[in-house]
């Protein structure tokens, strides 16, 4: 096992009612608030009028930024930026899923520069020590980031999706109700669910390096949560029990827990980064696209058993197998949650993508070396990868 060291700083305010804590945690940073949010559900289902009264009956002033993209993009970040600056925002409030916190932190970020433009920290990789506090509240079970360092930021122009992050981007309050989910769309459930599911096994399950049993058994619950609680939350939309175990498991896959001291390569989310900035795909979807052809690629006899005890641990694959048996019936096991209980299309032929910009798209991902993992990935074998998906 390797040295590491484990902060997490964020507070986390989880269940009904908690929206009354609201008011104190923003006044410890100040009064001027910039609300960040998408593209108006937050209006339909009541939240937003919940926030901005609560705001208001405690004497801060509001400023907005709304139709945050499902891909944020730099521009919208750069908008957010330019309005902390002239109002001299004092927090930043993000209330939606992970594409919204996404921007809140590219918005912090960029705030606290001398010219407000967040793409040159992107794309120069910049670790961010200094920003604008951030809370969120989170309404969909998806990406992890309302409690974790990162962001990702899309440039469309460039065809370039890329991960923003520092210890500044952390938020410094999360408030976690299973309740904002229950009129998620059942899409955006599923493609939720699978990537809490993603961020798991593509992160920490098949890292490079070995970790311990404590950590597996902790990931290999997570994902069977997820496996478990979905297609409930799919079914029945305002099941309490099931938004609660999606949503606390979405904060678990990626707030470091589960890191343990391994390396990893990100091999799934680094191709799928590149599908969302060329075609603008839903992130989910495209992961699950992409995950059974990954470990279809990769099986050979060093990643059989770790792919076989996916398998048990998480899809209830019977013991006894061969390596390789047994872990074939995994990855179908898999493709059945993905594209039968999930109900995702299973290529990206149906989603009108062809293999056009593969090749520059597998080049991208590989950052011009390979992307890591319990195999190495070339950009020859991306683009591999890509037309198993077609």
Known sequence: MNDFIFHN?????????QIENLPNELLKFGKKVLLVYGGGSIKKNGLYDTVTELIH????????????????????????????????????LAVG????????????????????DVWPL????????????????????????????????????????????GSALIPKVAFENPEYSYTLPTYQTACGAFDIFNHVLDNYYLAGDATFDMILDMQEAVMRAVVKWAPIAMKEPENYEARANLMWASSMALNTVLD??????????????????????THGHGLAIITPRWLTYILNDETAPAIYRLGVKVFGIKE???????????IDALSKFCFETLGLKSTL??????????????????????ITGPKDL???DVENIYRMCL
């Open 320 to 330: 006894g197998l061969s390596d390789k048996e047994g872990a074939k019936g995994a």
């Open 260 to 281: 343990a001291g391994t390396v990893h390569g990100c091999a799934c989310h680094a191709m799928e980064h590149e599908l969302s900035a060329y075609y603008d795909i």
């Open 349 to 370: 032929t149906e989603l009108g993508i062809n293999d056009e910009h593969f090749k520059s798209m597998a080049e991208h991902a590989c950052t011009g070396s390979v």
């Open 9 to 17: 700083p964020g507070k986390v305010y989880f269940g009904r009612n």
């Open 378 to 380: 070339t950009p020859e």
């Open 57 to 92: 009956k405690n004497g801060m002033e509001l400023f907005e930024l709304s139709g945050v993209e499902p891909n944020p993009r730099h521009t919208t970040a750069n908008k957010g930026a330019e309005i902390c600056k002239k109002e001299k925002i004092d927090v930043i």
């Open 122 to 165: 992107v794309s120069g990789g910049k670790w961010i020590t200094e920003a604008l506090p951030i809370i969120a509240v989170l309404t969909n079970a998806a990406t992890g980031s309302e409690m974790d360092a990162w962001a990702v930021i899309s440039n469309m122009d460039t065809n370039e999706k890329i991960g923003l992050g």
């Open 97 to 116: 899923g992970g594409s919204t916190i996404d921007c809140a932190k590219g918005v912090a970020a960029a705030a606290v520069t001398y010219d407000g």
